[in-house]
């Protein structure tokens, strides 16, 4: 448990086995990619642990009310964040716990629910927000803008290839 | 609802709120490879469950033990995968109920239980393996060598710089 790049070991040891052969080099790449978001996800949990005691859920969560003054139902939240509905509710409690969001009644109908950012919540996220864009400048600060170009380049490349192949998204008829 | 690339629409636009301007090009980065990644693991969990009715962690802990003919300890297993105890002995239950896995004592020390993979689950793993390789072959499918390869070195890169920017790991004692 020395290696700082765990996942990367872990993976690509294990995730190569019995692959076949003629697919390695892009195994190689999706390893190297999960690697990358997995280390900067990591990272950014950790500092929006100890920094704010927040979860990223519940920072996905702020970022999503914050453009919503008129609130959202549990309905859109789960939607939009592509979580279960009983997922959205107990973060929902939990994040009101902290006094970040409070429940409404829908102003044109009574009977609907609407999750809805606090002032505070909307503070403490736009400090949140900052703090997080400074983090993420700082964690890939060692690249070039002109690297960073190629690699948005590939990357939509990469975006368009699985696209591509992926098969179509079913939409819920609702 | 109607984007495919749901995500990075997502994200992008609610991830951008309130961030420093000097760190949108960092941002728009981190942004497309969680995309690129979020979008890939989409796909092969679903897959996944389409082909195999397996789950992306329980496929991870196939692979794991597929290494380990002696078996796996509980806690080895959720030190290797990163997760709690408690997830790993619901995975183990789970994948147990599937016939992949059995629970044995440990040869020298009786009051140890490992957990291993049946011949079966060997058998399996293996054809599930080779399969998610040609996904992720065909996934990958549209981008040159050359380009795979200008994106290896550049997500080396974005590795070195995110482990140079993070807070050193803190080992637990155990």
Chains 1, 2 share one sequence.
């Not at 019995?18 to 500092?47: G, K, S, V, Y």
């Not at 983090?135 to 590939?154: A, C, F, K």
Request: aromatic share 4%; proline share 5%.
């Amino acid at each position: 448990m020395s290696d700082p790049d765990l996942p990367e070991t872990l993976d690509a040891e294990t995730r190569l086995a019995h692959q076949p052969r003629d697919a390695r080099p892009e195994l190689r790449l999706w390893l190297r990619l999960l690697t990358c978001t997995t280390m900067i996800e990591r990272e950014i949990r950790r500092r929006l642990a100890d920094r704010f005691q927040i979860t990223l859920p519940r920072f996905d969560l702020l970022a999503q009310l914050d453009k919503s003054p008129e609130g959202m139902t549990l309905g859109e939240i789960s939607r939009r964040m592509m979580v279960t509905n009983g997922n959205v509710t107990g973060l929902v409690a939990r994040i009101a716990e902290q006094g970040y969001v409070e429940r409404r009644r829908d102003e044109k109908d009574g009977r609907v629910q609407r999750i809805a950012m606090t002032e505070k919540g909307h503070e403490d996220f736009v400090r949140m927000a900052r703090e997080h864009g400074a983090w993420v400048r700082e964690l890939l600060g060692d690249l070039e803008p002109g690297e960073r170009e190629v690699l948005m380049s590939l990357l939509a490349r990469t975006k368009a290839s699985v696209a591509r192949a992926s098969a179509p998204r079913v939409e819920a008829a609702e």
